[in-house]
């Protein structure tokens, strides 16, 4: 298995931007397919993007299409989340995954970060 480690959330104002990343040790990253979900008080776990091992090809939730960008550096064996134009609706936990099969869902996943919280204040 793959062990993650998320950084880069933290207390933001509403049109900031934030960049999200997610640290991946153990076996090899490029052979995963990776992902973001974020989970907001009192709501469920959602998807928010994920990107494909070899050809990098991106999905995103409608939600974020446009605002949010989801990146891989194999070489550095580090996925990312670019978020721009933040709003309060954006207030969650994010947490990285990864795993064999490529999905929207989270059964889709093996491994997961333990989260970092982004808040955005109006």
């Known amino acids: 298995q793959v062990q993650l480690v998320e950084s880069g959330g933290g207390l933001v104002q509403a049109g900031d931007s934030l960049r999200l990343s997610c640290a991946a040790s153990?076996?090899?990253?490029?052979?995963?397919?990776m992902g973001w979900f974020r989970q907001a008080p009192g709501k469920e776990r959602e998807f928010v993007a994920t990107?494909?091992?070899?050809?990098?090809?991106?999905e995103y939730a409608d939600s974020v299409k446009g605002r949010f960008t989801i990146s891989r550096d194999n070489a550095k064996t580090t996925l990312y989340l670019q978020m721009n134009s933040l709003t309060p609706e954006h207030t969650a936990t994010y947490y990285c995954?990864?795993?064999?099969?490529?999905?929207?869902?989270?059964?889709?996943?093996?491994?997961w970060g333990q989260g970092t919280q982004v808040t955005v204040s109006s």
């Open positions: 995954a990864a795993g064999r099969t490529a999905g929207r869902t989270a059964p889709s996943y093996d491994c």
């Open positions: 153990g076996r090899t990253f490029n052979n995963y397919n």
């Open positions: 990107i494909r091992m070899n050809i990098g090809r991106t």
